[in-house]
């Protein structure tokens, strides 16, 4: 069963506009962490956030802000303004860490972001 | 630079060949993980390490790869016998456990392997 959901496999829109990328999830463990990360043209995965499951609050940094629900099982990324420079592809991401087992991090198909200038 | 470095970043090799990819971590590092990730897809865990020993090995890695970390630092992840569907992007990460349990990984830029 896939764990991580990215209902949205590429979104476009024009510079300045806010934009949202949705993340859907999966788990029984009460105990686990979401990730986000951005992959550029250049290839290398940039972590932009870690949340742990017991931690609700969103978080806002700079143009970048995360909505946590656990009622939905969903931790959705806002760009506000968008910038070209944000263009590539994110990856919403989780881990479900056992004592010294398996703390893997299963990745969603990610959503390819372009913005247009 | 100290962060993730894999080496090399592009390799191209014919079918039934053997390929040896690096992954130097970051220096700190106690973990170290392989990821594949082909193309339109997110990456696909294979295998990590808590220094030098292997702790798991995804139903992915088949009997033809092999990863090493002999002395807890670097890692190499060697393929033999190369097939077409081994094309993809290798990734790798590293990290070290944080204050409230979890990990927060860092990836390196990934090689690029095309089996022609």
């Known amino acids: 069963a896939q764990k991580v959901t990215q209902a949205q496999t590429e979104i476009s829109v024009v510079e300045k506009e806010d934009v949202t990328l949705d993340c859907v999830y999966e788990?029984?463990?009460?105990?686990?962490?979401l990730f986000w990360y951005k992959q550029p043209p250049s290839g290398e995965l940039v972590f932009l956030i870690r949340?742990?499951?017991?931690?609700?609050q969103n978080e806002i940094s700079g143009r970048y802000s995360w909505n946590f629900q656990k009622s939905t099982s969903s931790f959705n990324f806002t760009i506000t303004a968008s910038q070209v420079v944000d263009s590539a592809v994110y990856f919403c991401?989780?881990?479900?860490?056992?004592?010294?087992?398996?703390?893997?991090?299963?990745f969603g198909k990610g959503t390819r972001l372009h913005i247009l200038p | 630079d100290t962060g993730v470095s894999q080496d090399p970043r592009h390799k191209i090799t014919k079918r039934g060949q053997n390929v040896t990819f690096r992954c130097d971590p970051i220096?700190?590092?106690?973990?170290l993980y392989w990821y594949r990730q082909t193309l339109g897809q997110g990456p696909e865990f294979l295998t990590y390490?808590?220094?030098?020993?292997?702790?798991?090995k995804s139903r992915l890695l088949s009997d033809r790869f092999s990863a090493e970390r002999p002395k807890g630092s670097f890692s190499t992840l060697e393929i033999q016998r190369t097939e077409q569907g081994d094309s993809a992007m290798y990734l790798c990460?590293?990290?070290?456990?944080?204050?409230?349990?979890?990990?927060?990984?860092?990836f390196g830029q990934g090689t690029r392997l095309t089996v022609v």
């Open positions: 220096s700190e590092h106690n973990r």
């Open positions: 990460a590293s990290s070290n456990h944080g204050p409230f349990g979890g990990r927060k990984a860092f």
């Open positions: 991401a989780l881990s479900e860490p056992q004592s010294l087992g398996d703390d893997k991090i299963i």
């Open positions: 788990t029984r463990d009460t105990t686990y962490y």
């Open positions: 390490f808590q220094n030098e020993a292997q702790l798991e």
């Open positions: 949340r742990n499951s017991f931690d609700e």
